[in-house]
């Protein structure tokens, strides 16, 4: 299976709203949104999350098979002045040896490192098969936890890498 990695546009809503649909109901604790939240919606919104891949402090990469679907999605944004790893999902079927997920975290490790010599990101304390990947690639724990925003009973471990 071969694929392309690219930045998103507003022009790719229709994908975008798909892909996050789907990873919301695959991995609702992974990220900071709500299944019935993200299904409200509307085209505009969708639209806005597109130009997100060329935004001034953020950046969205999509994993694209060649007959052109959407594997993968992964980004980075901006805050507090530092690079930080967002949005991370790749389809069932396409994880593992695949290389999507390894392709995706390249790209937004080149992108940070332009900005600053380190990337941070929040995982779940609950989802260990994204922190092995993490930790795998490179990223350790910190120590610092933040409440998760979905419940704040629970919580997301920070993860640092040099770049």
């Known amino acids: 299976?071969?694929?392309?990695i690219r930045t998103t546009t507003e022009h790719d809503w229709r994908e975008i709203r798909d892909q996050r649909?789907?990873?919301?109901?695959?991995?609702p604790l992974a990220f900071g949104e709500f299944l019935e939240d993200?299904?409200?919606?509307?085209?505009?919104?969708?639209?806005?999350?597109?130009?997100?891949?060329?935004?001034?402090?953020?950046?969205?990469?999509?994993?694209?098979?060649?007959?052109?679907?959407?594997?993968?999605?992964?980004?980075?944004?901006i805050e507090f002045g530092r690079p930080v790893l967002v949005g991370v999902y790749v389809s069932p079927g396409f994880r593992g040896p695949s290389g999507v997920a390894d392709a995706l975290l390249t790209a937004v490790e080149d992108w940070a490192r332009l900005r600053q010599d380190t990337l941070v990101l929040h995982v779940h304390s609950l989802n260990p098969r994204a922190r092995a990947f993490y930790a795998r690639r490179g990223f350790v724990e910190t120590g610092v936890t933040v409440p998760y925003r979905l419940d704040p009973s629970q919580t997301e471990l920070e993860m640092v890498k040099k770049l």
Request: charged share 20%; no cysteine.
């Open 21 to 27: 649909l789907e990873m919301l109901a695959d991995t």
């Open 38 to 77: 993200a299904l409200k919606v509307d085209e505009a919104g969708w639209r806005l999350r597109g130009a997100r891949g060329h935004a001034v402090t953020s950046v969205y990469f999509a994993a694209i098979t060649d007959d052109g679907r959407w594997v993968g999605i992964m980004g980075g944004v």
């Open 1 to 4: 299976m071969t694929f392309s």
